[in-house]
């Protein structure tokens, strides 16, 4: 945010000094050219009405010079080498930098400053001499005119202060235009660019992009816009693979629920067949067609529960839960279960209390659909161990055995929907939802699983991290 605000900043400053520079060279211009152009309009109305004419004569003290002095001006008579030779009462030699300060306006005598015409002319011997007639500032003003009746020449003089003003004014306007010309292109083209871009964004098109130069909060405005037409890219994308696997979810499911109705129907045909024959093998095929409902039962509960877990008003009903005693339970649950599948059953959870907030039907279903995992997945006498330790303010479930291992092309994507091995496929009670609802129920508990294969002393384990919070 400090970065962005001294960018801006510095863009302003840049814009400021640009602008001014081009004002002030406008002003030095139109300045300038006034200056030239009034010094010499005074210097000629001065040389017609006041400067007398000394080219050719000997004698300066004849010169009529009552006008002059009636204004408080006189006139010097220098040589080549600016020393005085007119009036000779005091010896007199200026130096170069005095005639400068004279004809600027800036020689000084007893603290009044006076102006200085300088006119070269050769005399009666001609000689070269130079005519330095001077005149008080106060006889010459700093305005548009001199102090003389205010006639022809004097009007003019106005004039090219007014011309002055309104070519300072003229150039004023066109830098104004320009720098707001130039605000405006880099302002409305990125600004056009980016309703253009809106408007295909609001038509369908999610895969436009912006990329232009201009100011940096344009270039961010570009950013935000990349990035949302991606994030809303990405979530077509996503409702379609959603989509796709749905009409997935209806193929695979029947296909999967055929099997074991099918079975039901044989065996009960069987069963009316028997009764009609009077045979003793009743009980036994109404055992198997029981069987059979519960698969299907099972599966369809495992398709409704994800369902519901995709759904977009899916929500969590959690509580404050002892997680050791709550995997304690489940635990003693499913004991006979795997006990029944003859597998054995090792567990290493302490008695130290861990209360975290957790949907205890969701997280008992996640749970025992690893452990079911780990039974039907593996021959007899698997050793299964589940382990519960906390660390770093974190809780780890471990769920491990030294059972079969998982291929290679299964582990990378074992949390999607509807993955099964070779064997599982032939399984009508497995699914392939048992993993995709254990990853979807813990992400919605913002906890993590990880899979290791080996693990430890162990093939491979299923590991639970879950924050304490």
């Not at 409704?304 to 003693?332: C, H």
Request: proline residues 2%; aromatic residues 10%.
């Amino acid at each position: 945010m400090e970065n962005r605000k001294k960018k801006l900043e510095v863009t302003l400053i840049k814009n400021f000094c640009f602008f001014s520079i081009v004002i002030v060279i406008i002003f030095a211009i139109v300045a300038s050219v006034i200056s030239v152009f009034n010094n010499s309009k005074i210097v000629n109305t001065l040389e017609e009405k006041y400067i007398v004419s000394c080219e050719g004569k000997s004698r300066y003290e004849d010169i009529d010079i009552s006008e002059l002095k009636r204004n408080g001006a006189w006139f010097e008579i220098l040589n080549t080498d600016y020393e005085r030779q007119y009036p000779r009462a005091e010896y007199k030699k200026y130096t170069s930098i005095e005639i400068i300060d004279i004809v600027n306006g800036n020689y000084e005598i007893d603290g009044k400053k006076y102006r200085g015409i300088v006119k070269k002319f050769y005399d009666e011997q001609n000689r070269q001499r130079i005519q330095v007639t001077f005149f008080p500032i106060d006889f010459l003003r700093v305005t548009p005119t001199i102090n003389i009746p205010l006639e022809a020449e004097s009007i003019h003089f106005l004039g090219i202060y007014i011309v002055g003003i309104i070519l300072f004014g003229i150039g004023y306007c066109l830098t104004v235009f320009c720098v707001s010309k130039k605000i405006k292109v880099e302002l409305t083209k990125p600004i056009n660019l980016l309703k253009e871009a809106m408007k295909e964004l609001g038509s369908g098109n999610y895969k436009k992009r912006l990329s232009f130069k201009a100011e940096y909060e344009f270039v961010e405005m570009a950013n935000s816009f990349n990035c949302m037409a991606q994030e809303m890219e990405d979530a077509v994308k996503q409702k379609e693979e959603e989509e796709r696997l749905r009409r997935q979810l209806i193929s695979d499911i029947g296909h999967d629920i055929r099997t074991p109705l099918t079975v039901v129907q044989g065996y009960l045909l069987t069963v009316i067949n028997d009764l009609e024959n009077s045979k003793s093998k009743n009980i036994e095929y109404l055992k198997r067609c029981f069987e059979s409902s519960v698969e299907m039962e099972q599966l369809l509960q495992q398709l409704s529960d994800y369902n519901r877990m995709f759904r977009v008003d899916y929500k969590l009903n959690k509580e404050l839960v002892d997680f050791t005693e709550f995997v304690k339970n489940i635990l003693a649950d499913q004991y006979h279960y795997i006990e029944v599948n003859k597998n054995i059953l090792r567990v290493e959870v302490d008695e130290e209390e861990r209360n975290i907030f957790i949907d205890k039907r969701e997280m008992r279903r996640a749970i025992i659909n690893l452990l079911n995992n780990a039974v039907q997945h593996n021959d007899e006498d698997t050793t299964i161990e589940i382990r519960l330790t906390e660390y770093d303010r974190k809780i780890y479930l471990v769920i491990a055995d030294d059972g079969k291992k998982i291929p290679k092309d299964i582990s990378s994507c074992m949390y999607e929907p509807f993955v099964k091995g070779d064997q599982s496929r032939n399984d009508s009670s497995n699914s392939g939802l048992g993993l995709a609802i254990v990853k979807k129920v813990l992400d919605v508990h913002e906890a993590a699983i990880y899979f290791e294969q080996p693990y430890k002393k162990y093939t491979k384990a299923f590991i639970i991290v879950m924050p304490v919070k």
